[in-house]
């Protein structure tokens, strides 16, 4: 038998990843049942051999470069656990000034309000605002089927029962039949060229979900030519995107008649996500 603090220096010495200590103690955490602060408190306790062999089985997948919370199955997103899959992409902290920069908004804003999360994977920015505002009605749309069957299961475990929600395949705005006050957006937006050089792990999220053609603004492109349209009088659209592309982003909103255009910066003073309001108020 093995016990846990000599699995874990082990695993702290095989496991090849930026973050070695904390990936093995999540992989010992989620074999175990124990919490990651317990586990310092049970390294004399004895694995058993089914256990000890999971680990390892763990370790070996995470060294492919698998990603740990694909591993996991969960990821922490603004202060709840998302289930988590190969089937979407892995909530990143970034998207975190996404839902704040919507929150913050539906807090000027009189009831009903609506909001739309477009390309929404696993439903983790539109889920985040209902679940803190949950007067709202909130709308989740992706053309990934597969990605949809997570963000249901995210909805049901996470949202409360007020909170009325829908989700909808759709390319873009193809199947959406209603306006929004608020529509927010993690598209792809990474160019083919810089998936290239992003880190293994990256390589096995889905790759639809990532990268966009045009230097990564072509679905950015589509959705600021047509969003106004989807928009009530002085809604709102909200894009992340990455700070070199927050330029571009705001003249095509300019371009599309959108007033009060702005980049929040997130808080390592990039432009991560550009807004704009509807220029189409009813006189």
Same mark, same amino acid.
């Given at each position: 038998m093995i016990t846990v603090g000599c699995?874990?220096?082990?695993? %702290?010495? !095989?496991?090849?990843? !930026?973050? @070695?200590?904390? $990936?093995?103690?999540?992989?010992i955490a989620k074999t175990t049942g124990l919490s990651r602060?317990?586990? +310092?408190?049970?390294?004399?306790?004895?694995?058993?051999? *089914? %256990?000890? $062999?999971?680990?390892?089985?763990?370790?070996?997948?995470?060294?492919?470069?698998?990603?740990?919370?694909?591993?996991? &199955?969960?990821?922490?997103?603004? &202060?709840? *656990?998302?289930?988590? $899959?190969?089937?979407?992409?892995i909530p990143r902290p970034d998207t975190e000034i996404l839902v704040e920069t919507a929150i913050k908004q539906i807090d000027n804003l009189d009831d009903p309000i609506s909001v739309l999360d477009l390309c929404c994977g696993s439903g983790c920015a539109g889920?985040?605002?209902?679940?803190?505002? @949950?007067?709202?009605?909130?709308?989740?749309? !992706?053309?990934?089927s597969k990605a949809l069957e997570v963000a249901e299961i995210n909805a049901r475990r996470l949202l409360p029962?007020?909170?009325? +929600?829908?989700?909808?395949?759709?390319?873009?705005?193809?199947?959406?039949? *209603?306006? +929004?006050?608020?529509?927010? *957006?993690? @598209?792809?937006?990474?160019?083919?060229?810089e998936y290239e050089v992003l880190r293994m792990e990256c390589w096995r999220e889905p790759r639809h979900a990532l990268v966009a053609e045009d230097d990564g603004l072509e679905i950015i492109g589509r959705i600021a030519d047509i969003v106004k $349209? +989807?928009?009530?009088? &002085?809604?709102?659209?909200?894009?992340?995107?990455?700070?070199?592309?927050?330029?571009?982003?705001?003249?095509?909103?300019?371009?599309? &008649?959108?007033?009060?255009?702005?980049?929040?910066l997130d808080l390592s003073g990039k432009r991560r996500v550009t807004v704009g309001k509807a220029n189409n108020e009813v006189n």
């Open positions: 699995l874990l220096k082990k695993l %702290q010495r !095989d496991i090849q990843s !930026d973050t @070695p200590a904390l $990936d093995a103690s999540l992989i602060e317990s586990i +310092y408190l049970n390294l004399d306790r004895e694995l058993s051999a *089914t %256990q000890a $062999d999971c680990i390892e089985e763990l370790c070996k997948r995470r060294n492919t470069g698998e990603p740990i919370a694909y591993l996991l &199955g969960k990821k922490e997103f603004f &202060g709840k *656990t998302f289930i988590v $899959d190969h089937r979407v992409l889920i985040s605002v209902a679940a803190n505002r @949950p007067n709202i009605n909130l709308e989740m749309a !992706d053309i990934d029962e007020a909170c009325k +929600y829908r989700i909808v395949e759709s390319d873009l705005f193809q199947h959406i039949t *209603t306006k +929004y006050d608020i529509i927010i *957006t993690n @598209p792809p937006y990474i160019s083919a060229k $349209d +989807y928009l009530k009088p &002085g809604g709102w659209v909200m894009i992340e995107a990455a700070d070199h592309q927050a330029v571009k982003i705001a003249d095509m909103l300019h371009s599309n &008649g959108f007033l009060n255009v702005e980049s929040i």
